[in-house]
């Protein structure tokens, strides 16, 4: 239908879709591709992002009542472009300035104090037009008085000095991610060991250099790699079950027996379209919702 009147320029058609789907519905159609030139739109690199959130502050501001500083949008960035994999800048960046906004204010702002004081301000309000009808005007007075002080302290429920800090980030971060923020590393470090001398016999001086990895894990912030070597039926599979456990980080096992055939890789990362089970839940889906 669209393609004369797109040949002749009897319309004009902007239009915007993912790169998948161009492929899926219009690249296929030759015809139709010719009548378009493509654009295409790359996700804006950091300080970009940086860029479009500053522009963006004002109007958060303005919307949730809360001071948002640079410092915060720097923040905001840099750990969304850590922690949140699932979307692309500034899309991800945005909605989490706006989550990190609202959870800052409800955790100020008690709703139920505003409902409170809005009632009883409504209440004396009536009172004063009472007093005034009954000609009280000493009682009228006093009630203004009170109605005058009641608005100020609404206003300083609404006033917009609340500040985000980094930990309130932190904390929006591990809802939308799944992955823990907060952990006390020296307590941690002692609970696994405890947890391992208790649980695992007869290998101390391999669990003794576990632990030392992972305080060079924790202080250094860098991602742990250990490779656990020895016979069946040692204590290898549950130390590392221990150790997540108590880092409360997900577990993912893969049993190398089940991927002796070269047809088993779609166990890992899913099967073809049209075969049997190519729908079904596959291995590094689990990393896609627990990263």
């Known amino acids: 239908i669209l393609k004369p009147y797109l040949a002749r320029g009897d319309i004009h058609v902007i239009g915007a879709t993912t790169t998948r789907e161009y492929e899926k519905y219009i ?12 654009i295409n739109i790359k996700e804006p690199s ?7 959130l500053m522009g963006l502050k004002n109007t958060y501001e303005l ?4 001071k948002i500083s640079d410092e915060n949008i720097t923040d905001i960035v840099d750990l969304g472009n850590k922690y949140l994999f699932n979307k692309k800048n500034p899309d991800k960046t945005i909605d989490l300035l706006d989550s ?5 204010k409800r955790k100020n702002i008690s709703k139920e104090n505003v409902k409170g004081l809005n009632t009883e301000l ?7 037009e009472q007093f005034v009808l009954d000609k009280e005007y000493d009682k009228a007075l006093n009630t203004c008085l009170k109605i005058s002080a009641m608005e100020e302290e609404i206003k300083k429920y609404n006033k917009s000095d ?3 800090l980094k930990n309130d980030i932190l904390q929006v971060i591990e809802q939308k991610s799944n992955i823990p923020m907060f952990l006390n590393k020296d ?6 060991d405890n947890l391992l001398k208790d649980n695992v016999y007869g290998q101390d001086e391999a669990l003794e250099k576990i632990v030392n990895n992972l305080k060079m894990y924790f202080n250094n912030d860098i991602n742990l790699k250990l490779l656990l070597l020895g016979p069946s039926g040692v204590g290898k599979t549950s130390t590392v079950k221990l150790i997540s456990k108590e880092l409360n980080n997900n577990l993912i096992r893969l049993d190398m027996s089940e991927y002796s055939l070269e047809t ?6 899913g099967g073809n379209h049209g075969y049997i089970g190519y729908d079904d839940d596959y291995i590094f889906s689990k990393v896609k919702y627990n990263p």
């Open 27 to 38: 690249a296929k159609d030759k015809a139709l591709e010719r009548r378009f030139e493509v």
């Open 46 to 52: 950091i300080e970009e992002t940086k860029e479009i």
């Open 63 to 66: 919307h949730h009542k809360i």
């Open 100 to 104: 990190v906004c609202a959870y800052v």
């Open 122 to 128: 409504l209440n004396l309000q009536k009172r004063k």
């Open 162 to 164: 609340i500040k985000i």
């Open 187 to 192: 307590i941690i470090i002692n609970k696994i």
């Open 264 to 269: 088993s890789i779609g166990k890992l990362i």
